[in-house]
T-cell receptor, first 112, second 114 residues
Framework: KQEVTQIPAALSVPEGENLVLNCSFT??????LQWFRQDPGKGLTSLLLIQSSQREQTSGRLNASLDKSSGRSTLYIAASQPGDSATYLC???????????FGQGTELSVKP | DVKVTQSSRYLVKRTGEKVFLECVQD?????MFWYRQDPGLGLRLIYF???????EKGDIPEGYSVSREKKERFSLILESASTNQTSMYLC?????????????FGSGTQLSVL
């Protein structure tokens, strides 16, 4: 059974720092992996989707990498800003299709 | 931009009431999903649908049912609301197919059952 883990559960950094959020999964037979952002009391916004055949995806200051063999993905945020403060979740979809399995998320706080 | 609209932002209901949560998407997505999100438990899939009139159980379908009569609309029904169904409910949709399966979420409905 696929399990997705995000450590740490919370992270606080000063503005301007580059930072890395981690996501690990137990079954490497994945179809794709997505990173989402969630603001308090709101829905999730998809940030990046990486197909199983890809190694990374970039969007602006965000870069997501995927290493299937080690069961890991990272989300790199460059030059962090207070507006980046939110909970970041990763989710994987297995090769057998169907549903996404979500991690519990990392709550990021960027201090001015 | 894709828009997934949930009919209510906040909802307060009494135990035993029948509750309808509505979700509409405007991008002709085949897939639609209902999740609930609870502190410490994360997101859990209740039901999903790959096509009109088609539904599949997720991880926690007990106490819920769904309806998908039209492609753009996916309804979640709480047959007899209970206090343990107090939660944030999130609807999502996506295309089928490997290249464009990004999941788009609505803003959520915070349901309180008293």
């Amino acid at each position: 059974k696929q399990e997705v883990t995000q450590i740490p559960a919370a992270l606080s950094v000063p503005e301007g720092e580059n930072l890395v959020l981690n996501c690990s999964f137990t079954d490497s037979a994945i179809y794709n992996l997505q990173w989402f952002r969630q603001d308090p009391g709101k829905g999730l916004t998809s940030l990046l989707l990486i197909q199983s055949s890809q190694r990374e995806q970039t969007s602006g200051r965000l870069n997501a990498s995927l290493d299937k063999s080690s069961g890991r993905s990272t989300l790199y945020i460059a030059a962090s800003q207070p507006g980046d403060s939110a909970t970041y979740l990763c989710a994987v979809r297995g090769n057998q299709g169907g549903k996404l399995i979500f991690g519990q998320g990392t709550e990021l706080s960027v201090k001015p | 931009d894709v828009k997934v609209t949930q009919s209510s932002r906040y909802l307060v209901k009494r135990t035993g009431e029948k509750v309808f949560l509505e979700c509409v998407q405007d991008m002709d997505h085949e897939n639609m999903f209902w999740y609930r999100q609870d502190p410490g438990l994360g997101l859990r899939l209740i039901y999903f649908s790959y096509d009109v009139k088609m539904k599949e159980k997720g991880d926690i379908p007990e106490g819920y049912s769904v309806s998908r009569e039209k492609k753009e609309r996916f309804s979640l029904i709480l047959e007899s609301a209970s206090t343990n169904q107090t939660s944030m409910y999130l609807c999502a949709s996506s295309f089928q197919g490997r290249s464009n399966e990004k999941l788009f979420f609505g803003s959520g409905t915070q349901l309180s059952v008293l």
